[in-house]
């Protein structure tokens, strides 16, 4: 299976949660490349969009693999098992999350300008990302949501690694993939179309 682009992927997936339309859900996106997916989703299943924002901690060398993830409200996820297997030092880590902190908070005010969040607190939410490879991203998104009041949280994507599924069943309440292939070298192989998203491009899919 493999996907032409983000939006597509979106449409196959909002297939998969139509169970979801009565609890009047707010979509939450992973910029950048999970706004399109999430675009989609909100609007197949009438719900409001929103992004939520979080950055991956990646290994220098290889900046897809992620050793953990950084989200609103100073929260911190970590991948041990990463840590462990690439022998990163205190000082290394902390270079990339001193630099993923600040990137964090331009993001926030780039990609919501003067708009506020739409506020989580009792709320279905629906955390769309364009995939998972290790779940990292979306475990700390999970903990946001969370801390912001959810009521319950979804996490929702097109495509994952086994993995990474098992660690957000410990972090969501319910997560759901239509397409988990027994090894996935790279989200980026279940898509024909995978670009490197600009700010502007989200942004103009937030504002329609």
Request: glycine letters at 12%; charged letters at 25%; one cysteine or more.
């Amino acid at each position: 299976m493999l996907y032409e682009t983000r939006a597509k992927a979106g449409r196959a997936l909002a297939e998969s949660l139509g169970h979801l339309r009565d609890a009047d859900p707010l979509v939450l996106g992973l910029p950048r490349g999970g706004v399109p997916v999430a675009t989609e989703v909100a609007h197949e299943l009438g719900g409001e969009l929103d992004v939520i924002l979080v950055r991956k901690l990646g290994v220098p060398w290889q900046p897809e693999l992620a050793m953990g993830a950084l989200g609103e409200g100073g929260i911190r996820v970590l991948n041990d098992d990463v840590l462990a297997q690439t022998g990163m030092s205190p000082l290394g880590l902390a270079t990339v999350e001193s630099r993923e902190r600040r990137e964090l908070e331009r993001r926030a005010r780039v990609l919501r300008g003067d708009r506020g969040r739409i506020p989580l607190r009792d709320r279905t939410v629906v955390i769309v990302d364009d995939g998972m490879a290790t779940g990292a991203t979306a475990a700390v998104a999970c903990r946001v949501a969370r801390a912001d009041g959810a009521a319950r949280v979804v996490v929702a994507v097109p495509v994952s690694s086994e993995e990474a599924v098992a660690r957000l069943t410990k972090e969501a309440d319910e997560v759901i993939c239509p397409l988990v292939p027994r090894w996935l070298g790279g989200v980026g192989g279940a898509y024909r179309d995978f670009h490197q998203l600009t700010d502007q491009e989200v942004t103009d899919l937030l504002a329609t």
